[in-house]
């Protein structure tokens, strides 16, 4: 496709994927998705005393993760039209069989009709996530502000339901992987995803060190919460 600016001519180059570039992409995004619900899920189980410190910070910590994971799990099961998505994977994989490096057409249609009935056994936690990523994430849907109760109740997947997307799609990406790329992964893992426990740990300790410094001066305990381990 060409665009005329003035005398200059524009020249874009329109690439279609193939399916081992979608297959690596969707592989990341299940990897990213499941490294922001680790660091929410971690957060959110992490020591009262710790999360006080900075009220601010940690509730809206834990609330971006909690929304980038369920984006991630979004846009593997989005229905925009040319999207890079799991169901553009199963339909180019249909049209294009018989290219698969590492199997043949027979393993290739088995393994779309495997993906479809874990699509089937998910289609209630997909309608949910497509319902709060229309309603809540992407865009305001007005009911949200005339109902709030309503929209509350209907906040969203909660851990286990995210969970088990990540888990079923990322099962279903390992098939393909598999029979395209000659590779499979047992964990969808981000390398350091757990080091926001080193900034808990910091934290923890400046407070500890607080009460100690206030004991040793005053001589009482300490008016205000100890963190966890502190003695």
């Not at 984006?71 to 290219?99: C, F, I, N, P």
């Not at 393993?107 to 009709?113: K, M, N, Q």
């Not at 900034?199 to 100690?212: G, L, M, P």
Request: charged share 20%; glycine share 8%.
């Amino acid at each position: 496709m060409r665009f005329g600016f003035g005398s200059f001519t524009i020249v874009v180059m329109r690439k279609v994927p193939t399916i081992e570039q979608i297959i690596q992409t969707l592989m990341y995004q299940v990897a990213a998705g499941k490294a922001h619900l680790v660091v929410a899920k971690g957060l959110s189980n992490s020591d009262p005393v710790v999360l006080n410190a900075a009220k601010v910070f940690f509730a809206m910590s834990i609330d971006a993760h909690i929304y980038y994971s369920q984006m991630y799990a979004a846009r593997l099961h989005d229905q925009t039209r040319g999207a890079v998505t799991v169901s553009m994977l199963l339909r180019r994989a249909g049209k294009e069989a018989g290219s698969a490096k590492y199997g043949n057409g027979a393993e290739v249609r088995a393994a779309i009709d495997s993906s479809k009935k874990i699509l089937s056994a998910l289609a209630g936690r997909l309608e949910s996530l497509a319902n709060v990523r229309n309603k809540l994430l992407a865009h305001t849907d007005p009911r949200t502000i005339t109902d709030p109760v309503k929209a509350s109740g209907a906040a969203g997947p909660f851990f286990p339901h995210l969970e088990e997307i990540f888990e079923q799609t990322g099962n279903i990406l390992n098939n393909f992987s598999r029979l395209y790329r000659d590779t499979t992964t047992g964990i969808f893992q981000i390398l350091g995803q757990a080091d926001y426990e080193t900034v808990v740990d910091f934290v923890s300790a400046a407070k500890c060190e607080q009460v100690r410094k206030y004991e040793a001066e005053f001589g009482v305990p300490a008016p205000f919460p100890r963190p966890k381990g502190c003695d």
